[in-house]
Structure formats: structure tokens, C-alpha cells
């Protein structure tokens, strides 16, 4: 159990965060945090643009139950990070017993620097490199010294992170730190891969369509900087722009909305969002799945049986990598005898990498609800699957045991 001191009004509360919380973490989550919690330094993410810092500290916060203020700086002035000056009168009382009226300058507090000591807040300084000095300066105190001019300390419960891009490697105007402030920063770099979006992030935000897609198609889910390739194309693919284009989809179709509800936008405007080149195999990719997708072989099994037998390996790959996407608590019964038709159709590597998720499945939801369910025992107790069970425990020794 981490205890965090909060000071409010000259008395002390403890707030926990439960481990039960912290277990929610994933590796990287968590290394991250225990480089926050430990308030010495100032962690300091650098990445190209689009690589999802601020969507990983975002969720940190959310696991833990935290606030979170996104404080976004080279969008900003240096009166929004604190250094906003008021006057302020006062009767100061001299020696001889006289009162004489005088002003003072101090500065005014933020909202949400005093929010942040109202319950656990992660506060997150983007932009470092490329804000205006004098919002940095300002932006460093805070970072450095935990207060907001002489009078304001933030509390215990607030935890703090920066971050950055790369400059000349990323294409992004940056500015130098100087050797002082280099070595007050812990220089992390951020790198995300495609398992880690989809656990951290996109499994819940990002519409199973585009998550499928770069499954299967891995080469466009980050295109790194090219300076040459970036005169002539703007756009280009990062986790961030496809969220922007699931977005789009999401907010004007539904999660749930059948390709042919959303191509045609796809096909006009997706590489404003994606770039050409992503865009173009993403189209194909979206014709392919009109002739029938997920939702077909999760309800209509039986009409596209007979497709299913001479569909290739590749289109079946995809569709099982849209079933691993989705959490089958939420199928109902004939959804599940529908997916063991299916599973029964694959080759015996990709049928046992499926039946394992589901076991990994399970024991998070048990881990995670302290119950039990049966999904994974309804797969392996069917007679059908026992031509699976010898390779299940190459990968699973322990099934037997348990």
C-alpha cells in the first residue's frame, strides 16, 4: 500500500492508493508512476509527436482514480502557469504605533493548481522544449520547486511530469537545455508499441475496425519522421492521428456501425488524418471486410459458412485478431457456439493463440473481480477442442495442475 501525505489547513490525511489499484498498472504505467512518486527530479518523457505520452499519463491517473491536468505549454503565457501579478493593499503598522497603507505584489494562483490539492492530481507539462522562456521558467518552478511564488506549496498528493520532442529527428522546432537543467530532468524516451496501444489504450477508445486493421497490418501504425517524404505529405500515421480518424468515425457512425455506413468518408477524407499511403491500404482493407466481417461470423454464421471454407489464411487472420479484440463475457450463447465453429476452421497455431486469450481472459477477470467464470472451462471441456488440448499445454503446463 503507497500512503500519500496530503496538508490541508494545517492538519495531515492519509489517502491510500490501493494495491488493488496499482495492479491495474501496466509495466510501463507503473514505472512511470514510482518515477513521479518519487518527487525527486523531474521526469521528463521525450518522444516524437503522436507517440501517446499524454494519453499513458492520462491513464495512469484514471486507474488510480487521480485528477489529471493537462498542461498543454507552448499553447499558453506565463500568467496561465502562475506568474499572473495583483496588487494587494494592506495597513502595515509602525513602530511608533501608526498604521501607514502600502501595496504589495503577489501573484494570483491558478485554479487548478489549487484543485490539484483538493484530492490525488497527476499534473502534466507538455511541450516543455518548444514553450516561450518565459512560460518554461514558469512552468520549472513549478516543476522544480513545487510551489507557485513564495507563498504557494503544493501538496504531498500532487505528482508531477514533462515531456518533449526530439527536434532536428522528429521535425519539431525544440529548444536546448542548458547542463543545470538537463541534470534536474530525468530524461526518459517514450516508445509505445502497437501491444501496448491496444492494452493501454485502444482496446477501449478506439474503434475495433482500426484496431483490427493494425493487427494485421502493423507497418502502418507509426511512420516515423522523414524529412524528405514530409515536404510533399503532411499527414501521416501515428497512434494519435488514427484516433482522430476513429473519432470521426465513432462520433458520426457509432462503435458499433457497419463499414459501409463510414467507407465512403474514409475514402474522401481519411488522409487528411492518416497520410496517402495508410489510407489507401486501410480502403482495401475496409472493401475486403464489406464482402463479411465480425459481425457476420458472430450472428449470421451459417450464411457464410461455406465462404469460410476457401477464405484465406490472411482473412481469417484478421478476423480472429477482430475476436481478440473484443472481451467474450459480452457475447451471449450463440455468439460463443458461433466463435467455436469458426475456431474449429483454423489452423491448429492460430486455434490454440486464440483458446490461451481466453484463459489469459479469465484469470484477469478473476484477479481483477475475485470470481470465477466459465468461459474458458466452456471451451476446454468441449469435446470438440480436444484435438487442441496437447498443444494448449506446451503453452499452459500449469491447466493441468489447476
Known amino acids: 500500500m503507497i500512503e500519500v501525505t496530503k496538508k490541508m489547513s494545517n492538519s495531515t490525511i492519509i489517502d491510500t492508493i490501493d494495491k488493488k489499484l496499482l495492479d491495474t498498472l501496466t509495466e510501463k504505467q507503473l514505472k512511470y508512476f514510482k518515477m513521479m512518486y518519487g518527487k525527486s527530479g523531474v521526469l521528463f518523457l521525450t518522444s516524437e509527436p503522436g507517440v501517446a505520452k499524454s494519453a499513458i499519463i492520462r491513464t495512469i491517473a484514471q486507474k488510480l482514480n487521480f485528477q489529471y491536468f493537462d498542461i498543454r505549454l507552448s499553447m499558453i503565457d506565463e500568467i496561465d502557469v502562475g506568474l499572473f501579478p495583483y496588487r494587494k493593499e494592506i495597513i502595515m503598522e509602525l513602530e511608533d504605533g501608526t498604521k501607514q497603507p502600502i501595496s504589495l505584489m503577489s501573484y494570483a494562483i491558478p ?113 516515423s519522421f522523414d524529412e524528405n517524404r514530409s515536404k510533399e505529405q503532411i499527414a501521416y500515421a501515428t497512434p494519435r492521428s488514427w484516433t482522430f480518424l476513429s473519432d470521426y468515425i465513432i462520433k458520426n ?115 481483477e473481480n475475485d470470481d470465477d467464470n466459465s468461459v474458458a472451462e466452456d471451451f476446454l471441456s468441449d469435446s470438440r477442442f480436444a484435438i487442441f488440448y496437447n498443444a494448449i499445454l506446451k503453452h499452459a503446463p500449469s491447466i493441468d495442475e489447476e
Open 253 to 367: 457512425y457509432g462503435r458499433e456501425s457497419s463499414v459501409s455506413d463510414y467507407i465512403n468518408d474514409v475514402r474522401e477524407l481519411g488522409s487528411s488524418y492518416i497520410g496517402t499511403g495508410a489510407n489507401a491500404r486501410f480502403i482495401s482493407y475496409l472493401d475486403d471486410s464489406l464482402k463479411f466481417g465480425i459481425q457476420d461470423l458472430l450472428n449470421n454464421y451459417e450464411s457464410i459458412e461455406e465462404q469460410l471454407e476457401i477464405l484465406s489464411r490472411d482473412k481469417k487472420s484478421e478476423l480472429l485478431n477482430s475476436l481478440k479484440g473484443m472481451n467474450i463475457l459480452d457475447f451471449n450463447s450463440k455468439q460463443k457456439e458461433n466463435i467455436k465453429k469458426f475456431i474449429l476452421t483454423l489452423q491448429e497455431d492460430e486455434a490454440v493463440s486464440y483458446i490461451l486469450k481466453i484463459l489469459d481472459d479469465e484469470y484477469k477477470f478473476m484477479k
Open 111 to 223: 485554479e487548478w493548481a489549487y484543485e490539484s490539492t483538493l484530492r490525488p492530481t497527476i499534473i502534466h507539462f507538455e511541450e516543455l522544449n518548444r514553450a516561450p522562456l518565459s512560460v518554461r521558467n514558469a512552468a520549472l518552478q513549478i516543476l522544480l520547486e513545487r510551489s507557485i511564488g513564495t507563498k504557494f506549496k503544493f501538496n504531498e498528493n500532487v505528482y508531477m511530469v514533462s515531456s518533449g520532442n526530439l527536434g532536428d529527428k522528429d521535425g519539431t522546432d525544440v529548444d536546448e537545455f542548458d547542463r543545470a537543467l538537463n541534470n534536474r530532468l530525468i530524461h526518459y524516451p517514450h516508445t509505445l508499441t502497437i501491444d501496448e496501444w491496444i492494452e493501454d489504450f485502444a482496446t477501449e477508445h478506439v474503434h475495433p475496425v482500426i484496431v483490427s486493421f493494425l493487427m494485421n497490418y502493423e507497418e502502418h501504425f507509426l511512420h
